[in-house]
C-alpha cells in the first residue's frame, strides 16, 4: 500500500542513463517530505490496524512509526510488530511489549477465574463437600481479577455453595439437638417424633456430610431409649399392686418404706426389675420384703460456700466451653477443657456430670471432625506444594508462596492437632524441593553480594595502592613543592605521570558505580573507606589541574594578541595549538572545564582565521564571475534542442558538446566550495546530450537489426516456398523485399544475392527450381553444422539431442583455433556468413538461428 513512499534514491548511474537497482519508479522527493508524507498516512489511519502495521514495517521515520504504532492492538498484529523491530525500534518495542504484557495479563487472569469457576462446579457436584475445599476455593478466587461475566458466573456458584454449606450446618446441628434431647429421655411420643425427624435427615441431599459417629451415636441412643421405655407399664404395675398390700398388711409398712427409701432418683433409669418380683416369698411363706430390715436414711450432705462458688466457676468453665463449640472455636474449647481438668471443685449433680459428659463428648467427636478435615487441608496443601514448579513463578515470589503455605500448616496444627509424622514428611520434601530454585537463587544473590564486597575492597586497596605509589613518585621528584614550582613555571614534571593519575582515578570511580548490590553491614564501611581513598589519591591531582587551568588561560591571551595578517601567524597558532594539545595529553582536566577552555581557545583562533578570511575576500570576485561563465555553460547545454533527422541531430549535437568544452577550458578558477558541484552540473549536461545522441544511434542501429531479421526471414521462407510444389509469384516477392527498409552496403549485398538466386531458380523452369532445391537440401546439414560452431564459439546451448555432435564439433574447434595464425573473424561477420548460405531450416533450425542472432548482437547493441 505504501511502497511508493519508501523507495531510494536513484544512483547515479541512473541519470546517465541506466536503469537503478531499486525499480523504474522515481523517489518520492527529498526525506523531509518522505517525512511529512508518513506522518500524514499515521494521521489519517483511523484504527487502520493492518496499515498501521505495514507502515510500521516499511517506514523510515521513528516518528512516524511509533505514531503508527498507536493504532495496534490486537495480539497477532503486536507480535508481528514485536518481531520486526526488537532490535531497530526501542520505543516501538517497549509500546508493543507493553501492551502484549497486558494482554497475556488479561488472558491469564481469565484463565484462572476459569479455572476457579470449573473447580466450583466441581465441588458443587461433589456430594462429601467440605468447607476447607470451599474456603481454599475463595482464596484462589481472591487474587483474580475476573471479567464481570465471570464474576458473575463464579459468585451463582458460589451462593450455591454457600447454601449447600448452610443446610450441611443446619442438618448437623439438627442432629446435635436431637442427640441432646435423646439423651434427656423424652416421653414416648417426643421419642416418636425424633425418630420421625432423624428418618428424615437420613433422606436429606446433605445426609453424607454427617459424621459417623453421630449417626451410630444417635442410632445407638435412640435404641437404649426404646428398650428402656418398654418394660416401664410393668414395673409401674408392680409397685401399685405393692401399695395396695402395705395397706391391708401394716407389718409391710416398714418393707414398702425400705422400697422407698431404695428408688432411683428422679430422671435417673431404672433399674431392670425381675419378673414377677410381685410374687417373690420366701419358702415359710412370708414377703420378702417384709423380712427385709429398714434401712437407715442417709444424710444429705451440704456443701459448704467455698464449694458452692467453686462449682459455680467450673459450670461457667463448662458453659463457657460449650459455647467455643458451638462456635466452632475448638482451640478454645481445648484451653477450657484443660483448665476443667486442673481445676477442683465439689461433688457434681448428675445432671451437671451428663452435661459434662455430653460437653466432652462433643469435643472429642468435633476434635476428630476437625482433625480429619485438617488432614484433608494438608493433603490439599501437599498437593499445591508439588504444583509450584509447574507455574513457573519469580523466585520471590516462590519463596513467599512456600512460606504462606508452611504458615498454614502450622495454623492447621493449632486448629486441628499435630499432623501424621509421615504426612508432615511428604509436605517438607515437597516444600524442600519447591523452594529448592528460589534458595539455590538467593544462595547465588549473596554468593553475588560477597564477590561485589570483594571488589569494592579490591578497588580500596587499589586506590590506596596508587597513593602510596603517587607519594613515593612525588618523594622522587624532590616532593610536591617542587612539582608545584615547576608547574608554576610551564613546564609540566616529567617525573611524574599526572595522566595515568587522572585516567586511573576515572577508572576506579566508574568502576565503583558498576558494582552490585552489597550486604548493609559492608556497604557503609566500604563507602567511606572507598571515599576516604579517593579524596586523598585526588587532592595533589586537584592542586594540579588549578595550574593546569592557570595555563590553558595563557595560551588563551597569547591566541588573542596575535596579528591576523601577519605571514608567521599561522605557524605560530599551529604552535600553540600542539602546545595545547600536549598540554591536554599530559593531564586530562575535568570535562566540563576541559570542554569551557577548549570552546574560549578554539572562539579565539576561529576570530583569527575569519579576519584573515575576510582579507582575502577580494579574490572571492573573480572566482566568483568565473562560476557564473560555467554556469551559462551548463545551462546552454541543459536548454538545448535540436530538430531535423538523425544525423542532422547528431551532428548538431557534436558542435554543441565540443564548442561547450572549449568554453569550459577557457573559463578560470571557480570557488572551491562550488567546484565540486559545477563539475557535477557540467558532466550530467554532457552525460545528457551524449545519452541522447547514443539513444539515436541505438534507434538507428536496431532499425537496421530488425530489417536484417526481416530480409533474412523472407529469404527462408522464399526458399521453402521453392522447396514446396506451389506456384511463386517472383513480382510479389521482389514487392515484399522492396517494402522492406535497406541494410549497409555489405549485408544489402549478401543477402540480396541469395534472395535472387532463389529467385532466379523459379524463372529458369522447373529443372532448375527441382536442382536448387536439392541445393537446398544438400546445404541443410552443412547449415546445421556452421549453427552449431557458431554456438560453441558464443557460449549458447545448443540442446540434449546435439550433444555428441557438440562435444566433436568442439574438438574441431579448438585444434582449428590452435593451427590458425590468423586472428579469427567477428561473430558478428561469421554470423552474416551463416546468413550468406542458401539451405532449408526447419522451425528448430531458425529459433537457434535467432538466438545466435541475439547473441551476436546483431539487433545493434
Not at 488472558?107 to 475445599?133: F, G, S, W
Not at 458473575?152 to 443446619?170: C, K, N, W, Y
Not at 585526588?538 to 588573542?560: F, H, N, T, Y
Request: net charge neutral; hydrophobic share 45%.
Amino acid at each position: 500500500m505504501f511502497e511508493f513512499l519508501f523507495k531510494q534514491q536513484a544512483s547515479q548511474a541512473s541519470v546517465a542513463g541506466q536503469p537503478s537497482p531499486g525499480g523504474s519508479q522515481a523517489p518520492l522527493g527529498t526525506p523531509a517530505e518522505r517525512r511529512a508524507a508518513q506522518a500524514e498516512l499515521a494521521r489519517n489511519l483511523a484504527g487502520d490496524e493492518a496499515a498501521a502495521v505495514e507502515l510500521i514495517l516499511n517506514s523510515e521515520f521513528a516518528d512516524v512509526r511509533l505514531a503508527a504504532a498507536e493504532h495496534v492492538v490486537s495480539q497477532a498484529a503486536l507480535e508481528k510488530v514485536q518481531q520486526a523491530v526488537r532490535n531497530s525500534d526501542r520505543r516501538v518495542a517497549k509500546l508493543v511489549q507493553g501492551r502484549l504484557d497486558a494482554i497475556r495479563h488479561v488472558q491469564a487472569e481469565q484463565k484462572q477465574a476459569q479455572a476457579c469457576i470449573a473447580l466450583a462446579q466441581r465441588l458443587l457436584a461433589d456430594e462429601k463437600l467440605t468447607p476447607n475445599l470451599v474456603a481454599d476455593l475463595d482464596r484462589q478466587w481472591k487474587v483474580v481479577d475476573a471479567a464481570p461475566s465471570a464474576a458473575a458466573e463464579f459468585t451463582h456458584i458460589r451462593d450455591a455453595l454457600g447454601e449447600r454449606l448452610e443446610a450441611q450446618v443446619s442438618l448437623q446441628r439438627a442432629m446435635i439437638d436431637a442427640l441432646a434431647v435423646l439423651r434427656k429421655h423424652p416421653d414416648p411420643v417426643e421419642l416418636e417424633r425424633l425418630a420421625s425427624e432423624h428418618a428424615a435427615h437420613l433422606a436429606s441431599p446433605e445426609r453424607g456430610s454427617l459424621p459417623r459417629h453421630l449417626l451410630n451415636d444417635f442410632d445407638a441412643a435412640l435404641a437404649a431409649e426404646r428398650a428402656a421405655q418398654q418394660p416401664a407399664a410393668a414395673p409401674a404395675a408392680a409397685v401399685a399392686a405393692e401399695a395396695a398390700e402395705a395397706e391391708r398388711v401394716p407389718a409391710k409398712g416398714a418393707a414398702a418404706s425400705a422400697v422407698d427409701d431404695a428408688a432411683p432418683a428422679p430422671g435417673a433409669s431404672a433399674p431392670p426389675v425381675p419378673p414377677h418380683s410381685e410374687a417373690v416369698t420366701h419358702a415359710d411363706g412370708h414377703d420378702a420384703l417384709a423380712a427385709r430390715p429398714p434401712r437407715p436414711p442417709k444424710e444429705k450432705h451440704k456443701p459448704s460456700p467455698a464449694e458452692q462458688e467453686a462449682n459455680r466457676q467450673f459450670m461457667d468453665l463448662v458453659e463457657a466451653m460449650e459455647t467455643a463449640l458451638a462456635q466452632g472455636q475448638l482451640h478454645i474449647a481445648a484451653e477450657h477443657d484443660k483448665t476443667l481438668k486442673e481445676s477442683k471443685t465439689g461433688r457434681l449433680s448428675p445432671a451437671q456430670a451428663e452435661r459434662l459428659a455430653h460437653a466432652r463428648a462433643d469435643f472429642k467427636r468435633l476434635g476428630d471432625w476437625a482433625r480429619w478435615g485438617g488432614n484433608v487441608s494438608r493433603e490439599e496443601l501437599v498437593h499445591a506444594v508439588e504444583s509450584l514448579p509447574a507455574e513457573g513463578l519469580g523466585m520471590s515470589e516462590l519463596a513467599k508462596k512456600v512460606g504462606s503455605m508452611r504458615e498454614r500448616w502450622k495454623a492447621l496444627d493449632g486448629v486441628s492437632g499435630a499432623a501424621p509424622k509421615s504426612l508432615w514428611e511428604k509436605f517438607d520434601a515437597a516444600c524442600t524441593a519447591a523452594y529448592a530454585p528460589a534458595a539455590a537463587h538467593f544462595k547465588h544473590l549473596a554468593d553475588e553480594r560477597h564477590a561485589n564486597a570483594a571488589k569494592a575492597q579490591q578497588l580500596v586497596d587499589e586506590a590506596n595502592a596508587l597513593i602510596a605509589k603517587d607519594s613515593a613518585q612525588l618523594e622522587a621528584a624532590g616532593g610536591a613543592q617542587v612539582d608545584r614550582e615547576e608547574s608554576a613555571s610551564g613546564n609540566l614534571p616529567h617525573t611524574h605521570d599526572w595522566r595515568t593519575l587522572a585516567s586511573s582515578t576515572q577508572r576506579l570511580r566508574q568502576a565503583w558505580s558498576r558494582l552490585g548490590t552489597i550486604d548493609r553491614k559492608d556497604k557503609k564501611r566500604l563507602d567511606a573507606a572507598f571515599s576516604k581513598a579517593m579524596d586523598a589519591l585526588m587532592a595533589p591531582l586537584d592542586s594540579q589541574r588549578k595550574i593546569e587551568v592557570a595555563r590553558r588561560e595563557q595560551l588563551i591571551e597569547e591566541v588573542g594578541k596575535l596579528n591576523p595578517l601577519d605571514r608567521h601567524t599561522i605557524d605560530t597558532l599551529r604552535r600553540l595549538q600542539e602546545s595545547w594539545q600536549g598540554h591536554a595529553r599530559a593531564l586530562p582536566l575535568e570535562r566540563k572545564t576541559e570542554q569551557a577552555l577548549w570552546q574560549k581557545f578554539r572562539a579565539a583562533c576561529d576570530q583569527i582565521f575569519a579576519r584573515r578570511k575576510e582579507h582575502a575576500h577580494a579574490a572571492d570576485h573573480e572566482r566568483k564571475a568565473h562560476l557564473h561563465a560555467r554556469e551559462a555553460i551548463c545551462a546552454g547545454l541543459e536548454s538545448a534542442a535540436f530538430e531535423g533527422d538523425d544525423k542532422a541531430v547528431l551532428a548538431a549535437i557534436g558542435k554543441a558538446l565540443k564548442d561547450a568544452a572549449a568554453a569550459w577550458h577557457a573559463s578560470g578558477v571557480v570557488p572551491r566550495a562550488s567546484e565540486q558541484k559545477i563539475d557535477q552540473r557540467y558532466r550530467a549536461a554532457v552525460g545528457a546530450l551524449q545519452a541522447q545522441a547514443d539513444a539515436i544511434r541505438k534507434r538507428a542501429g536496431a532499425a537496421q537489426a530488425n530489417a536484417l531479421r526481416e530480409k533474412l526471414r523472407l529469404a527462408q521462407a522464399l526458399e521453402s516456398a521453392l522447396a514446396g510444389a506451389g506456384e511463386i509469384d517472383s513480382a510479389d516477392w521482389n514487392n515484399r523485399w522492396q517494402s522492406l527498409a535497406a541494410l549497409p552496403a555489405e549485408q544489402e549485398r549478401t543477402l540480396r544475392a541469395r534472395f535472387d538466386a532463389a529467385l532466379k531458380a523459379v524463372g529458369e523452369g522447373a529443372a532448375a527450381r527441382s536442382d536448387y532445391a536439392g541445393q537446398l537440401e544438400t546445404n541443410r546439414q552443412r547449415l546445421l553444422s556452421e549453427v552449431l560452431r557458431l554456438e560453441i564459439m558464443a557460449g549458447i546451448d545448443s540442446g540434449a539431442e546435439f550433444a555428441k555432435d557438440r562435444l566433436k564439433m568442439q574438438v574441431e574447434v579448438l585444434q582449428s583455433s590452435l593451427k590458425s595464425g590468423q586472428k579469427p573473424a567477428s561473430h558478428a561477420a561469421q554470423f552474416l556468413a551463416l546468413c550468406a548460405m542458401p539451405a532449408l531450416v526447419d522451425a528448430r533450425t531458425a529459433s537457434r538461428i535467432e538466438q545466435l542472432f541475439r547473441k551476436t548482437g546483431a539487433e545493434g547493441k
